[in-house]
């Protein structure tokens, strides 16, 4: 079974810290993606990494950024926390190529910023 | 990627079969037809996918029409744990956003 597992089910930071979520996948697979979800605002794709050291910007990256130091770990960093980051962060992977390519989530975290 | 319509909710009775409809009328050749769920305050669980031809794997079926418009996922005997918010989505194989809708809440009863 793929299993990506982030480190931190719930987590409570105050405004202007520095916050690390983490995220590892055990199934090689080539991209990552971190998204947050909002009640009435669906899932919002913040960055992805088609491999490491490669990232890309979706659609949301703005007070976030990421790390891709090896295939494995994805990170999702935001520098100066601030509350209207309040929500559930969900990392997900999938392997690259043609034909039906499968995202795969965590559980979630949960992150409140007071 | 196509947009999805699903009703907002659904109940069934434990033990029963859940049948979960989606429609997809703008669906591409190269789109694929994916349903996960998710579980409150838990990340989405990926359920099936498919193409053209209806599919089968140890947790649902997934039933797609010939024309491609719609499609069907279906429990076959649903459990209480079975309840959660169903999302019915269409993405290319090679498309990172996936786009998720209200989806529909389905309520096993007991």
């Known amino acids: 079974d793929v299993k990506v597992t982030q480190s931190s089910r719930y987590l409570v930071k105050r405004t202007g810290e520095k916050v690390f979520l983490e995220c590892v996948q055990d199934m090689d697979h080539e991209n990552m993606f971190w998204y947050r979800q909002d009640p009435g605002l669906g899932l919002r794709l913040i960055y992805f990494?088609?491999?490491?050291?490669?990232?890309e910007k979706g659609d949301i990256p703005e007070g976030y950024s990421v790390s891709r130091e090896k295939k494995e770990r994805f990170s999702l960093i935001l520098e100066s926390a601030s509350t209207n980051q309040t929500s559930m962060y969900l990392c997900?992977?999938?392997?690259?190529?043609?034909?039906?390519?499968?995202?795969?989530f965590g559980e979630g975290s949960w992150l409140t910023v007071v | 990627d196509a947009k999805t319509t699903q009703p907002p909710s659904m109940d069934c009775a434990e033990g029963r079969a859940a049948n979960l409809p989606c429609n997809h009328s703008t669906i591409s050749g190269n789109e694929y037809v994916y349903w996960y769920r998710q579980i409150h305050s838990q990340g989405p669980q990926y359920i099936i996918h498919?193409?053209?031809n209806n599919e089968t794997n140890e947790m649902a079926s997934l039933i797609i029409t010939e024309d491609r418009k719609s499609s069907t996922l279906i429990l076959p005997h649903a459990t209480l744990r079975d309840t959660a918010v169903y999302y019915c989505?269409?993405?290319?194989?090679?498309?990172?956003?996936?786009?998720f809708g209200e989806g529909t809440q389905l309520t096993v009863n007991p």
């Open positions: 498919g193409l053209k």
């Open positions: 989505i269409v993405r290319a194989s090679s498309g990172s956003r996936l786009t």
């Open positions: 997900a992977s999938s392997a690259p190529g043609q034909g039906a390519n499968t995202i795969y």
């Open positions: 990494s088609y491999d490491v050291k490669m990232k």
